[in-house]
């Protein structure tokens, strides 16, 4: 249990591939976020919220990402909504800047992605240039180029320059296309 507190100036996306996570904030939502949903909690100027886990529910593993939004003090917004199927060996987009085809959004340029890769699967990482793309082995090993990571390792990408990954076993991965030059908050309530 994480009880009730409040958050301003962040993007909180809550990814949850294993297990459940339960959301209850002020505005009287009661949420669970699983493998079928994704959830997006713009803060803004200011946003209330607490999480938990029952005793009953299937172990928990996540993530729970922070972005800074490009502006302080944003209309605060909750979006939690179900989300396409994983299909193996293809990048999965989860969340978009405002106005791109992802189902979901965070205020400022970045993208994310999730993939299920069979050991010995390939795939190009998401590029874009003059924009990073920052990756993450959640589960499993990959090979990158010719740097091997594990489950909790990453890497980044600079400047659009493609690569390939290999799965070296069977690995969920995701990927982060970030513009390096947008404009960003600095007062969120966690890393300041």
Do not use: C
Request: net charge negative; aromatic share 8%.
């Amino acid at each position: 249990l994480i009880r009730m507190h409040q958050h301003k100036n962040e993007e909180i996306i809550s990814w949850v591939p294993e297990g459940v996570m339960r959301h209850d904030d002020r505005q009287g939502n009661e949420l669970v976020t699983d493998p079928d949903h994704l959830m997006v909690m713009n803060a803004g100027s200011g946003f209330w919220h607490a999480e938990e886990t029952d005793a009953d529910d299937p172990p928990l593993r996540m993530l729970q990402i922070f972005v800074r939004p490009h502006s302080l003090d944003l209309e605060p917004d909750i979006q939690h909504e179900p989300i396409p199927d994983p299909v193996d060996g293809e990048w999965r987009h989860l969340f978009g800047p405002e106005g791109s085809d992802a189902p979901l959004s965070a205020r400022n340029a970045v993208h994310f992605y999730d993939t299920h890769l069979e050991e010995g699967e390939r795939i190009d990482l998401p590029t874009e240039p003059g924009w990073d793309t920052y990756f993450y082995v959640f589960d499993g090993a990959i090979t990158a180029g010719d740097t091997h990571l594990g489950k909790t390792e990453s890497g980044l990408l600079v400047d659009g320059s493609g690569t390939t990954v290999t799965a070296r076993e069977d690995s969920l991965l995701v990927a982060f296309r970030i513009n390096p030059d947008a404009p960003i908050t600095r007062q969120g309530t966690i890393g300041r």
